[in-house]
Structure formats: C-alpha cells, structure tokens
C-alpha cells in the first residue's frame, strides 16, 4: 500500500501539487491521468523517493522514499522514467541485467531479437521497452512506469498491458502515468485523475 | 578477432616499451645483457628507465582520469585540462614550489598537486551547477573558463619569478618527461594505483550513471556519492602525473575514446584498457619526442596530441555508435 498525506511538491518555487492526498492499493494496477503539467509525472517521482514533498508525506508500506537510501529504495521500488535517453552504447541485455536477469523480461516485450543492439541505435518505442523491461528486471514489490505505452503501436501496448496485469496478481503494485481516455483504461484497477 | 585485442595491445605496449628503453640519443650496446642485468648500464638505468616507467604510470593516470571526467559528466569532451582538474593540480604545485615548500616530483609537490586539483574540479562543478543541475554546456564552459584562469595565473607566475626550479611555463602547458628521476616514481606510482583502484571500484555505478541520473538512482545509485568518488579518482591521478611532469593535454580524452570503440562502454573493463591505451600512447609519443628532433626534445603533449588524435578520428569515422548525444 502507498499511502499519500497531504503533500505539497514546489519545484523552483512554483507549486505543482498542493495539499494532495491518496491511497494506492498494493497488488493492483493504478493509472494517474491528467492534462500536461498537472504533476502526473511528479507525483510519480515524488513516490520513487526522486523530488521530496515540503509538506505532507509520503510512505511505500511503512518505509519513507525521501528519508530512505538509494540502494535500500532499489529493492522496494522500481521506476521506468518517460523519454529514456542513452548516451553509451551497451547491448539491450547489458542494460537490463544493470537491474537483474534479462531472458524472461526480454521474451515478455519482444526484445529477444535485438538483445545484442546498441541502445544508441534504438528507435524511441524500442528505448522505451527497454526501460519497461529494466524497471521489471528490478523485481521490487512496487513498479512505477511514466508513460509507458507512449510511442507502442497497438501489439506492444497490449504486451505491456498484459506484463503489468501479470505482475499485479502475483501482488506487485503497478503505479502507470498515462495520456489514455478513460475509456481505454478497463485494465486499470484505480484511476487517479484531478491531481491538481 | 576481438576477443585476441586485449592480448594484443598488452603485446604492443610491452614492445613499445622495451623500444622505448633501447631508442635515444645514446646507443647501449648489448641491449638484452643490461636490460637483465639491473643498475649495471648508467644510461639504460639512472636515465631511461625512470623516464619509460614515468611514461607508463602517467599515461595510465591521465586516460583514467579522463574516463573518470567522462564518466561522471556523463559528457564525451570531459577530460583534465578541460573541467580544471590539470590547472588546479599546476597552480598548486607552482605556488608552493615558489615558495620554497616543496620542488617538482617530491611528495610534497604531489599533495600540493592533487588538493589544487580536487579544488579546481569542485569549483568547476560548483559553478557550472550554481543556477541549476549540472547541464554538460555549463560544464564544459565553466571548465574552460576556469583552466584558463588558473592557467593563466601559471603562466604569469612562473614568468614573473623565473626560477628553473619552478619549470617554464612550457613544462607546465605541454608536459615534460625529461627531468624524471627514479625518486620521483614512488609519488606518481601511488597517486596512478590509488587513482585507478578507486575508479575501478566504482567502475559498476558508472555504467549505471551513464543512463541519467534519476534512473541510477532509481537503480540504487548514490548519485551524488559516486560523482565525488569519480572526482575524487580523477584528482589523484591527474593531480599526480600533473604535478610532476606538466599538463599532458588530449591524452585523457583520447584514450577512454579509443578504449571505448574498441571494447564498448563497460566502466570497470575501460578502467584497465582506457590504462593501456594511455600507458602505450604515452611510452610511444615520448620515444618520439626524444628521438625525432634530436638533440632538441619536442614537448610530449605536442607529440600526444600528434599521435592520438589521427587515431580518434579515425575511429570516429568508422564507428560513430559509441556515444550519443541527445
């Protein structure tokens, strides 16, 4: 259970979220959907322990993100950022295997075929599969993913859909920024809107 | 093919190594009877070997130093003489060789070198980040600007109170292997082992922080923490070799370059590789150096950039994957 009291996020000096409370249950998949700078994606962060709250807090079972230390944060949370650059040229399987075994993950989003590529030479879709697949490789009881199905054509965005369906019965809590309507939500077990 | 290059360049340097003992102005007759019979040959021993040993440590240092500059900006024109690391490392040992604390290649010198070092890198960072997060522009900028700041107070000081003592402004701008001596090895050996043991121990958390820092972090990355560690290896090596024999400019950019489109971006093997590399460039620009003017000597670093840089941009033009930029 992620659990959100009151929090108050300012980044230089101007307030993104306010007051802003909620709870996420564990096992399930919840998606934030809301218009562009309305502080889905910082919330996101907020929750992966990256931006601290002036206000308010912020706990992922009874652990505090911002008072917890990266390596301990790394077992508890995973998180795959929007827009994923890489700047060195490792293989897709090196990249993974930075967070844990690569085969099953790769199998799951189609990446088998191009584990010996450079991630210098990936499309925008294929460098975000590859950041959906080392935030699972992680294997945490919590995985956030900012925008994840952005830039997937329909096969791939329904293999994700399926990957996180997955790990949600096996009791990982799925937190998903999207831009979806709500109509296309059904897989969400929790839709958060009105951040703001 | 590949996987017989790192046998292969260890086989180059140890050649290049054993021609840089035998080639110079004086020519050693029974070349293999002294190389195995230590101390004996006055030239071979007292001259050539503490400046080939030099060569070997500071190429070493300096390519780490720039791999370690490389890798936690996570900025492809990272290097010593660009972020300020070199200059700090001058002026310090400048300063106190003017007055009269310590003289060139003594330990002394060293520690001056490395804390100007450590000091002129973290005034770097410290101002590139000042209005926001480390953005590689301001780095490289704020670098420059500080290296010809403080390369500058070099040059005016070392003009100002012509010593020889306090070497000419040339030694201190394009490197000089030629007043090494066996007592200066001890200083460089440590500050090159220390240098390339802490950047080896951390070599993991590099791969991880070339993927932006919020992902390291969300991978376990004490983000802060490793950038100090890697500034901190980046000092005592550069620092090191600095102080003891000039600023050798394009080395530390070159070789974690080279290394890298031959054997990929793997931190903890660039650490060794990015080492011979430097070691071999070195030991073989400074053959030349000594060799191809005779009886004047070229400033090595001339002869550094000389040599690697056809190198780079070769490389550069038939694989140009390594390193992207956004």
Known sequence: MITINEITIEISGREIIYGYSEQIPAGSITVIVGPNGSGKSTLLAAIAGSIVPIKGTITIDDVHPALTSAMQLSKIRAMAVQNQFYSLGFTVRQVIEMAGPADEIMQALELSAIADRHVTTLSGGESARVAIAQAVAQNTPVLLLDEPLAAQDIQSRRRIIDLLQGLAEKGVTVVVVAHQEEKDLEWADKIIKDLL | ?326
């Open chain 2, 1 to 326: 093919m590949k996987r017989y290059l790192p046998a292969f360049t260890l086989l180059l340097l140890v050649v290049a190594t054993l021609g840089s003992l035998a080639i110079g102005a004086t020519h050693i007759d029974a070349f293999w009877k002294e190389l195995f019979n230590p101390g004996h040959n006055a030239i071979l021993w007292q001259i050539r070997f503490p400046r080939v040993i030099a060569a070997l440590l500071v190429g070493a240092a300096l390519a780490v130093a720039g791999l370690m500059a490389q890798g936690a900006c996570n900025n492809a024109l990272a290097e010593p003489s660009i972020v300020g690391t070199s200059a700090g490392a001058s002026l310090a040992t400048v300063i106190a060789i003017l007055f009269g604390i310590v003289q060139v290649g003594s330990l002394g010198a060293i520690a001056f070198g490395v804390v100007g070092a450590i000091a002129a890198t973290a005034l770097t960072f410290k101002l590139a980040s000042v209005r926001s997060g480390l953005s590689s522009f301001a780095l490289i900028i704020v670098g420059i600007a500080v290296t010809a700041t403080l390369s500058a107070i070099v040059g005016i000081s070392t003009t100002m109170v012509t010593r020889a003592d306090a070497r000419s402004i040339s030694f201190w701008n394009f490197g000089s292997l030629s007043l090494i001596t066996t007592d200066n090895l001890l200083g460089i050996f440590i500050t090159a082992v220390i240098g390339i043991a802490l950047a080896y121990s951390i070599a993991p958390d590099l791969d991880r922080l070339s993927l932006g820092d919020a992902t390291a972090f969300h991978l376990g990355v004490d983000v802060a923490k490793v950038r100090k560690l890697a500034l901190v290896a980046l000092s005592i090596a550069a620092g090191g070799a600095v102080s003891t024999v000039g600023t050798i400019a394009f080395l530390g950019l070159a070789a974690p370059h080279i290394a890298r489109f031959i054997y990929g971006p793997s931190h903890r093997f660039l650490v060794i590789q990015s080492s011979i590399i430097g070691a071999l460039l070195l030991v073989i620009a400074d053959t030349l150096a000594r060799t191809i003017a005779q009886p004047n000597e070229l400033p090595i670093g001339l002869v550094t950039s000389l040599i690697g840089a056809p190198i780079l941009i070769a490389l550069v033009a038939l694989r140009n994957t390594t390193w992207k930029t956004p």
